[in-house]
């Protein structure tokens, strides 16, 4: 018996890849189109063309090199420039790793993100956290708590200089008293 859950997932995964599908049978439609009526060739063309991401097409290399293919081939069938150089394909290659390595830490920022807003949801809706008002409570009580410490601090500042004030006055009526 299968749950309800992976259920759910099975049906979007097939659907998210059935919608996979259909943009790459408009990007084949568009790039055929495009080459039929003699237009410029380039992944912006397709990807417009096509009502798709120009992401899309990096993210599916096949297509991209169908692409890149086509640009290098006129209406007449011959090609024309050189074939893409070693230099360029390193190059593309570098870029996608680095663009990988950023994607994979933002995806890790947001997955923990995510955790941790679920697991806060997950504490509230449990019962087991402390309502809204208890933390406005508890952050109320630190910071009389803080109020409390800086109000302590004066007040032994004020009674030092108390005792130094009456310590003066009993030195000067001691001198007074002397001179009598």
Do not use: C
Not at 88 to 94: E, I, K, Q, V, Y
Not at 142 to 167: F, I, N, P, T
Request: hydrophobic share 40%.
């Amino acid at each position: 018996m299968s749950k309800p859950g992976s259920r759910r997932t099975e049906a979007m995964v097939l659907g998210r890849q059935a919608d996979t599908e259909r943009r790459r049978a408009r990007v084949g439609q568009a790039l055929r189109d495009l080459q039929a009526s003699g237009e410029e060739v380039s992944v912006t063309a397709v990807a417009r063309r096509a009502g798709v991401d120009r992401t899309f097409l990096y993210r599916h290399r096949d297509l991209l090199t169908q692409i890149h293919t086509a640009e290098q081939t006129p209406a007449g069938g011959v090609a024309v420039g050189a074939a893409v150089s070693r230099a360029s394909l390193m190059a593309d290659l570098a870029a996608a790793h680095e663009r990988n390595a950023r994607l994979t830490g933002r995806i890790a920022l947001l997955e923990q993100r995510l955790s941790q807003l679920m697991g806060e949801q997950t504490w509230r809706d449990s019962g087991l956290g402390a309502p809204d008002s208890v933390e406005q409570i508890q952050k109320r009580v630190v910071q009389l708590e803080q109020e409390k410490g800086d109000l302590k601090l004066k007040l032994d500042e004020a009674l030092e200089d108390l005792e130094a004030s009456r310590a003066a006055n009993r030195e000067l009526t001691r001198a007074l008293n002397q001179a009598d």
